[in-house]
């Protein structure tokens, strides 16, 4: 199956006890919580290039599978890290953070981010 499509967030679990985890400030939190992110997707083999718009914030990344890239982390900053794919999962780790994206179904995408035992996930349906 391939990622490409447009996505809106239906749900999201766990998101301020993971966020306040991270050290992300309390306002941001606040603001952050009841806004639903629009990720739209362009995948062409194994490079990706990921818009998500999430109020008047807009986050953009590129990479190819298997090859450093440069992401923002939850707090703003630039981290490198390597996006590996395993079957219809992307998966990355950044810093104590591992990042798993699964296409579920044809119209679905689950995201799950852990810290320690601490675990924020997100679903988003394809429009």
Do not use: W
């Amino acid at each position: 199956m391939s990622f490409t499509g447009k996505y809106v967030q239906e749900s999201q679990e766990n998101f301020e006890t993971f966020m306040r985890s991270q050290g992300v400030p309390e306002e941001h939190i606040k603001m952050g919580k009841d806004l639903k992110s629009v990720s739209e997707i362009e995948q062409n083999g194994d490079h990706f290039k990921i818009t998500i718009t999430k109020g008047t914030h807009v986050s953009v990344v590129s990479f190819t599978v298997g090859q450093e890239c440069e992401i923002d982390s939850l707090t703003g900053e630039k981290v490198k890290t390597i996006i590996r794919r395993e079957g219809n999962k992307l998966i990355t780790n950044v810093k104590e953070m591992t990042s798993v994206t699964e296409l579920v179904d044809a119209n679905t995408i689950v995201t799950t981010v852990t810290a320690g035992s601490i675990k924020f996930t997100t679903t988003s349906k394809r429009v």
